[in-house]
């Protein structure tokens, strides 16, 4: 049987595969993204029930690979999912359990769109070298060892003046936080959410803009672009960190002149936005809204597990994604090749 190590640290991850040959294969291990529902799935065929409409086989064969292979990116907001309906503090463990058991864990921005916004003030310095922006972390990063957590929401709200409505604590919201568990995560954001109420705010914000855009898709469509700036502006602020960072600075003239296309997450955002605009479906609940949430993810991600009909906007919004993006169990394990 071959030899499996793994080598890790805080910025590159390893494995290397000793072969029968005596040949050393060396590999970087996939990173995958598995949407609430199939986490609850690994978790009931933990406790030995059946998942629904998939095989209890293929979700056992998934769970021993999550813990052995590969790279589970676990998304902070995502826990919002778990909190919400009828969840126990036992069910939200129970799916927190999933993500802790694997080998390699990467976490994506605190900040709902974080990664959108980091991919337009690259572009920006990119554009015009001179133009100052924060020291925002990599993504995604990897939590796996004993290391420090950089909060790009924490870092926003410290140093631009009106990122977030919630009041900041004397010295600030600490922008280091030390690695923890998935389910230590899950009680932070909790007891966070219910003191400043950040996340509800943001997504009723998204919510209230994708909805405004609904009623006014004619408009929309006759020119498009003003309008996706406007959601730069307004929902990523960066407007307003540029005009912190580069005071005297045109902010209107760098901002007309980024290409979105080259902003991977923000643009697939957008491309899933415009196909519900021309579907005239409204968000009417939450969850709606949860769905578009980790899309900032599928740049990063090797391989994603998600539900069927948001599986469907992302592939037609870029075709080229059906080759990582999948709602079937068996498929996903097929491309995994376990």
């Not at 590999?27 to 993204?33: D, F, V």
């Not at 950089?150 to 604590?169: D, E, F, H, M, W």
């Not at 991977?264 to 939450?286: D, V, W, Y």
Request: aromatic share 8%; hydrophobic share 35%.
């Amino acid at each position: 049987m071959d030899t499996l190590l793994e080598y890790r640290t805080q910025k590159t991850e390893y494995r290397m595969e000793q072969k029968n040959d005596n040949q050393l294969v060396i590999e970087k291990p996939q990173k995958i993204y598995l949407d609430t529902n199939h986490l609850i799935y690994i978790s009931k065929v933990r406790k030995g029930e059946k998942p629904d409409g998939q095989s209890e086989n293929d979700y056992k064969r998934l769970d021993e690979y999550i813990k052995s292979c590969c790279g589970l990116i676990f998304n902070p907001a995502q826990t919002m999912d778990w909190i919400g309906g009828g969840a126990t503090m036992q069910s939200i463990n129970e799916i927190a359990a999933v993500i802790d058991s694997a080998s390699l864990k990467y976490t994506m921005p605190t900040e709902v769109f974080g990664a959108c916004t980091q991919e337009v003030l690259d572009q920006c310095k990119e554009q015009n070298p001179g133009i100052q922006t924060p020291d925002l972390p990599l993504i995604p990063q990897n939590i796996s060892d004993n290391c420090t957590f950089r909060s790009s929401l924490a870092i926003l709200a410290n140093q631009v003046p009106g990122y977030t409505k919630a009041k900041l604590p004397q010295g600030g919201f600490p922008e280091k936080i030390p690695v923890s568990t998935a389910a230590e995560w899950v009680e932070r954001i909790f007891k966070k959410e219910q003191k400043t109420g950040c996340f509800q705010r943001r997504r009723d914000s998204f919510m209230k803009r994708f909805n405004y855009d609904i009623e006014h898709k004619d408009e929309y469509f006759k020119n498009p672009k003003p309008h996706r700036l406007d959601f730069i502006k307004e929902e990523l602020k960066v407007n307003e960190i540029l005009e912190h960072f580069n005071p005297g600075v045109n902010v209107d003239n760098i901002i007309e002149k980024i290409d979105i296309e080259k902003c991977h997450a923000l643009n697939l955002l957008i491309q899933c936005h415009e196909i519900r605009l021309q579907e005239g479906k409204p968000f009417r609940k939450e969850n709606d809204v949860n769905d578009y949430i980790f899309i900032p993810i599928v740049p990063h991600a090797d391989f994603m597990l998600i539900e069927i009909t948001f599986k469907n906007t992302i592939i037609e919004a870029d075709n080229s994604l059906k080759t990582k993006v999948f709602s079937k169990v068996s498929n996903f394990l097929k491309v995994l090749g376990i």
